[in-house]
């Protein structure tokens, strides 16, 4: 490899032009192959992470070149300081693993990147990073470091690798099909390279890239000249089936159990690369059977409702087009798909994205009114460096009713380190209106509403300001989007300052954070009206030798009354057999003191852990009162063989009233994950989950001590809040074969059971189960 032009990052010489070569070389993990030797070299690596700035303590070379159907890597990961972790993972289980993430943007100075990911053995963990956006608003918030990456996607590449004495090497090859890429021949494209070094906890880039940025793509270096790329005929077939079995209790057999078993599902998708840089894709009866169910959140404001992920494989392709601040698009509001379409690309510096889609009229979201059809539309312009500007439009229409919303979004950036973001959306829903007691034969109720943000980010590497002033009508209803809470508004104010010890000190890094929250309900913001919660939070970050991490905090918070949320409450006043009921009216105010320490592991080669706990005083929204609370979040990954790898999460909620320091709720939720790798594209997989959930009689118990009552907004009946329990448990097997995303075969198992009492196991009972397997098969049509 002497031949091989040589390219140090440290030295600042990033635009680097890699050799073409008329030739494809198998991949097979050995870099001793001619071409290689042809190859540029990317060296001279720095620290990102925890420090940024400083020479790579780990040496990494990088050789690189093209063919006219794919671009190859070939990775040498020296390592002279401690030992390699490398497993037999799945596909993107790879981040206890030292690793090696090849950041690309095809459409260089782009917002998006393609991210492909290996292990030292080549096993692959691929995504995308899309910059200006989150599902909260705009980009990240105060803290410095690299955008988030999203594992959503799946690309097909080629990798294998293997440990050496000195380190570890990895062969890489990715289709020029596999991903987007510009119209214009020669085009120049952005790289980064990122190595995470387990056992150090650090991270190094061959870029110099600064923590203080708010873009990490806009630091990239660029891949120049790139010639006569062919992506071939493009086109993807996907024929897939399933069928399921699903069990429950034989009708008029108390102890017969009884299966139903449907008719196979046949469907498929079709993907189809118009051009280099836009992509038509659909679909027919797709397969959205879950191959493993959501982890279950803990919900600690019940004004707050909670967002799982989409796992579905035909959103997920090409997902990040459709990211916009505050979630106007999610993708989960289309249940069940009969068929849909979906468009995306980019054509100059306009990104686009369309998605149509016929939802099922089984739907409980149809309301009885035909197939729900959602029409989804995303544009974004790049401006500069790293601004952009952006629109969308959704409509969902089902029997005469509708919801339609539009708006627009804009991130600048300036000096590097500075972004102002300003988004403004609209909704206007025509559906049917809610019967309640009393009221006539309904008809059509038509409401409109916006939602609105300003958020100003100030990344320095040691100072960095957060402010965000975000409203949501209530009237504003995002059918094809979600919403945490509508009928609010929120003030963010973050001031961070960061101190950095010198490299190898024991405390590498401190953070000091003081967040500022108010919230106001919606209609007392725009009469100038009083706050309903106000948050002082105080955090202090520190970042240890070696990768460990601790955390403490303490949080002053006032809740202000919400009727909303208690406008069915009402307190019994039991004279003899009669009782006569007063609408409840809670404090207009409640002080809480939160206490919080949070200590999170290095990534060893065997294990690692993260443990939260919250304590002090908390709101008791049950009772609308201050209570003690205990809430405890604890993860532990365990691996203890190369194939072999397993998750136990431990979540829990206690609260205990102040007044007699009785128990109000808790709620107990372990959850266990085990996978074990047959070989690399056959793994087996068992899950158990047990959510154990409590709720004492409720009372008034900070005043009157009255007991509470429900009242029902139908029927007008009063129902006492007595005591609730409820103890279940899920289980779950899965065999799978998925040798490249597309083709795969799963056969799996869920169980669901219950009992009376807690965690007694032995007098679980079964309520249900099933059975269910998939076949696909991806044709690449060349």
């Known amino acids: 490899m002497a031949g091989a032009a040589t390219y140090a990052g440290r030295d600042n010489r990033v635009d680097v032009r890699i050799p073409r070569m008329e030739a494809d070389i198998p991949v097979d993990g050995d870099l001793r192959a001619p071409a290689w030797r042809r190859a540029a070299a990317l060296t001279g690596f720095s620290e990102y992470q925890p420090i940024d700035g400083v020479p790579a303590r780990d040496s990494t070379r990088v050789l690189v070149w093209y063919s006219p159907r794919a671009i190859y890597f070939g990775i040498q990961a020296f390592e002279a300081h401690g030992p390699v972790h490398a497993t037999l993972a799945n596909r993107d289980k790879i981040d206890a693993d030292d690793n090696i993430m090849l950041v690309l943007t095809p459409f260089v100075r782009g917002r998006h990147a393609f991210v492909f990911g290996v292990n030292p053995l080549g096993i692959q963990e691929d995504g995308t990073i899309t910059e200006g956006v989150t599902n909260s608003g705009f980009g990240a918030t105060s803290q410095t470091g690299p955008p988030p990456l999203d594992l959503s996607a799946d690309f097909v590449y080629e990798s294998r690798g293997h440990l050496t ?156 087009q459709f990211n916009v601040p505050n979630n106007v698009i999610y993708t989960r509001q289309i249940l069940a798909p009969i068929e849909a379409t979906k468009l995306t690309g980019k054509v100059s510096n306009l990104n686009v994205a369309y998605l149509g889609a016929l939802d099922d009229e089984g739907s409980p979201r149809a309301g009885g009114l035909g197939h729900p059809m959602f029409t989804i539309l995303r544009v974004q312009h790049d401006i500069g ?70 958020r100003f980010i100030r990344g320095g590497r040691t100072f960095g300001m957060f402010y965000d002033l975000q409203g949501i009508d ?134 690692d852990f993260r443990v939260n706990y919250v304590t002090c005083r908390d709101e008791n929204f049950f009772e609308w009162a201050s209570a003690d609370i205990s809430n405890t979040s604890i993860t532990l990954d365990w691996r203890p063989t190369p194939r072999l790898r397993s998750q136990l999460t431990y979540n829990a909620q206690f609260y205990h009233r102040r007044s007699d320091h009785s128990l109000v709720a808790n709620t107990r939720i372990p959850r266990l994950d085990v996978e074990y790798q047959l070989s690399r594209p056959i793994f087996v997989r068992i899950v158990g989950q047990y959510d154990a959930t409590y709720r004492d009689n409720l009372r008034d118990a900070s005043r009157t001590d009255l007991p509470i009552f429900i009242r029902d907004p139908v029927t007008g009946a009063y129902a006492r809040a007595t005591r609730f329990a409820s103890n279940q448990f899920q289980a779950q097997a899965l065999f799978a074969y998925q040798p490249i995303p597309g083709t795969v075969a799963f056969v799996g198992y869920g169980n669901n059971l219950t009992e009376a009492d807690p965690f007694r196991l032995l007098t679980l009972r079964r309520t249900s189960d099933s059975f269910f397997v998939k076949f696909s098969y991806l044709v690449r049509m060349q």
């Open 385 to 454: 460096e790293a601004s952009q500007i952006g629109a969308v439009a959704t409509d969902k229409e089902a029997g005469g009713s509708y919801n339609r919303v539009g708006g627009i979004d804009a991130r600048f950036t300036w000096d590097r380190i500075y972004s102002f973001g300003l988004q403004g959306v609209a909704s206007e829903t025509r559906a049917p209106a809610p019967v309640l007691l009393g009221s006539p034969t309904p008809g059509k109720r038509t409401g409109a509403g916006p939602l609105w943000e300003a």
């Open 474 to 607: 209530p009237e504003y209803q995002p059918d094809a989007g979600f919403i945490g809470r509508a009928g609010v508004v929120n003030l963010n104010v973050d001031h961070r300052y960061t101190f950095y010890l010198p490299s190898g000190s024991f405390l590498q890094a401190f953070n000091a954070d003081f967040l500022f929250v108010n919230i106001w309900r919606y209609r007392d913001f725009t009469n100038a009206g009083a706050t309903e919660d106000r948050k002082y939070h105080f955090t202090g970050v520190a970042t240890l030798f070696g990768g460990w991490t601790l955390t403490g905090g303490i949080f002053l918070e006032h809740f202000g009354y919400d009727p909303s949320l208690y406008a069915n409450y009402y307190l019994g006043h039991i004279t003899g057999h009669d009782t006569t009921f007063t609408h409840y009216v809670g404090t207009s105010t409640i002080p809480n003191t939160d206490c919080l320490v949070t200590l999170q592991s290095p990534q060893f080669a065997k294990f």
């Open 165 to 320: 004495p000195w380190g570890y090497e990895v062969e890489v090859r990715i289709p020029f099909r596999s991903i987007k890429y510009q119209a214009k021949d020669p085009q120049d494209w952005g790289l980064n390279i990122v190595r995470s070094v387990q056992h150090a906890g650090e991270l190094d880039t061959w870029v110099p890239t600064r923590l203080a940025a708010v873009s990490f793509l806009a630091q990239s270096g660029v891949l120049t000249g790139l010639t006569g790329l062919e992506r071939g005929r493009a086109v993807d077939l996907n024929p897939i089936i399933t069928q399921r079995a699903i069990g429950g209790p034989a009708v008029g057999q108390p102890a017969g159990w009884h299966y139903g078993v449907e008719r196979p599902q046949a469907g498929g998708n079709v993907r189809w690369g118009i051009t280099n840089n836009l992509i038509l894709d659909g679909t027919f009866r797709p397969d959205f059977a879950e191959v493993e169910s959501d982890a279950t959140q803990l919900r600690y404001d019940p004004r707050q409702a909670i967002q799982y992920p989409e796992k579905r494989p035909f959103f997920l392709d090409g997902i990040e």
